[in-house]
């Protein structure tokens, strides 16, 4: 990952972060936040699916945004290729 932006979930909203069935991290400020993970922590692999859970009800009016920006290794495309 490059980095993520999480927006627009209600006040109280808190929500964890899945990469697939492995809970990744947990954080209670939903309704605004960001990472840039400057050391590449969350680095997933081909087929590795990431979900946000957030805690507030789907009737509170707040539809949380998720958005990624992702990060491409020349390096594993060299390796994977074959060349």
Do not use: C
């Not at 789907?58 to 998720?66: I, K």
């Amino acid at each position: 990952m490059y980095k993520i932006i999480l927006t627009g979930a209600a006040q109280s909203a808190s929500f964890n972060l899945y990469v697939d069935t492995g809970l990744w991290d947990t954080n209670v400020y939903g309704a605004q936040n960001s990472w840039e993970p400057a050391s590449g922590l969350l680095i997933l692999r081909s087929g590795q699916s990431l979900n946000f859970y957030y805690n507030s009800a789907a009737s509170d009016g707040s539809q949380p945004l998720v958005t990624i920006w992702l990060r491409h290794e020349l390096a594993l495309t060299q390796i994977y290729s074959g060349t």
